[in-house]
């Protein structure tokens, strides 16, 4: 069930026309010589329009830097006539959004801890009621589109039409070079259903740490988002939060100067290339699955013979014997060994559950 959003573009409500859009600064504001400073170097950086500092930190543990709350707004005001640039602050209950208004705060976002909440974002929609102010909503922590989507669909509800989300990645049990997966099918599944909203990608919080930022960044412009919310801190050493992760406004420029930026719509030439491409694609997918069938449909054969002449459904034996081999054929011709074995296993899974069902009826 989809629900229309009804979104202003965003050209009309951030007047630049920079493409990508970089919200950058600080995880934490931790004082106001820490956002000048950083603020100062980032609005060297041709693509920064817009500062984000964390006012109220939501942390795992209490006792540990829990932000320095109101102070901040007022830095953030100097920070604004300063450097030129818009403001953004994370707000997680209508105290936050009131405080943020009264401020003079241009944006504001809600976390992903914020998000995996109905009742808080409620909350939030209900303190908005009546306000013209953009709203920016990360998605959740664990992955789960539709909770995405009710965020979105709440702070719309309220009136808000000047709306983005932001892509940060989501939980996942396995360990993964990332702090937060950043299974791209879910942000990409949020843009076919929502061509219209603006999306955004937030590296620093996919990443974890420093090295990755210009390789995510560089998938989400190519996977077409609007802009890249990166935390900076003009000392990331001694940031009192996410000190891994933030880097040099620096650094940032560099990452900058070595981003692709391609074309959204190809044409021409480009375009007949692309569609000749995709037309072989879509005749390759077409013949996986009616092999897929096919196979199923032989594995329906096994399974009827073994409830027939009662053999057990799964025979380790033969299961190591196929991994093997058809591991071992699949690297040879250059296929990824992790992804073989994911399809294989879950051809498997099927197979065995297919087999259990026709055990389950026979008995019947
Ligand atoms: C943040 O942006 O500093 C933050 C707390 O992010 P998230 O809500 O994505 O964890
Ligand atoms: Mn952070």
Not at 83 to 106: F, Q, R, Y
Not at 178 to 185: K, L, T, V
Not at 187 to 216: M, T, W
Not at 247 to 255: M, V
Request: charged fraction near 25%; charge should be neutral.
């Amino acid at each position: 069930m989809s629900i229309e959003l009804n979104i202003l573009p965003i050209q009309k409500w951030l007047n630049f026309d920079s493409h990508p859009i970089i919200i950058s600064g600080p995880c934490s504001a931790e004082s106001e010589e820490q956002l000048l400073r950083t603020a100062r170097e980032l609005s060297q950086i041709p693509n920064v329009r817009i500062f984000r500092a964390g006012i109220w930190k939501p942390r795992t543990r209490p006792n540990q830097f829990e932000g320095v709350g109101n102070i901040g707004l007022e830095w953030l005001k100097k920070v604004k006539q300063e450097s030129g640039l818009l403001t953004t602050v994370e707000v997680a209950n209508p105290k936050h959004v009131e405080e943020a208004i009264k401020h003079d705060v241009d944006i504001l976002w809600l976390g992903a801890r914020t998000v995996v909440n109905p009742f808080s974002v409620q909350e939030i929609a209900e303190a908005l009621q009546g306000v013209d102010i953009p709203v920016i909503i990360k998605n959740p922590v664990n992955p789960d589109i539709n909770l995405w989507i009710g965020a979105l669909e709440r702070i719309n509800r309220a009136g808000i039409t000047k709306l983005a989300a932001i892509h940060r990645g989501f939980y996942f049990f396995e360990s993964s070079p990332f702090r937060n997966a950043p299974m791209w099918e879910i942000p990409i599944e949020l843009k076919r259903l929502y061509p219209a909203l603006p999306l955004f990608c937030d590296p620093s919080h996919i990443c974890g740490n420093k090295d990755l930022i210009q390789s995510v960044s560089q998938k989400a412009l190519d996977l077409e988002m609007e802009g890249l919310m990166i935390e900076s801190h003009y000392n990331p050493d001694i940031a009192l939060t996410d000190a891994n992760q933030q880097i040099t406004p620096k650094h940032l420029a560099n990452i900058f100067s070595k981003l692709v930026i391609r074309e959204e719509s190809v044409t021409g030439e480009f375009e007949t290339k692309l569609d000749e491409l995709r037309t072989e694609i879509d005749k390759l997918d077409a013949e996986l699955i009616d092999i897929l069938l096919h196979r199923m449909k032989i594995v329906e054969e096994i399974g009827e013979y073994k409830r027939d002449n009662n053999i057990t459904i799964l025979q380790i034996k033969r299961w190591s014997e196929i991994i093997k081999n058809r591991l071992a054929h699949g690297i040879k011709i250059g296929l990824n060994r992790d992804f073989l074995l994911k399809i294989l296993q879950l051809v498997h899974k099927e197979s065995i559950q297919k087999q259990t069902d026709i055990m389950n009826k026979g008995k019947k």
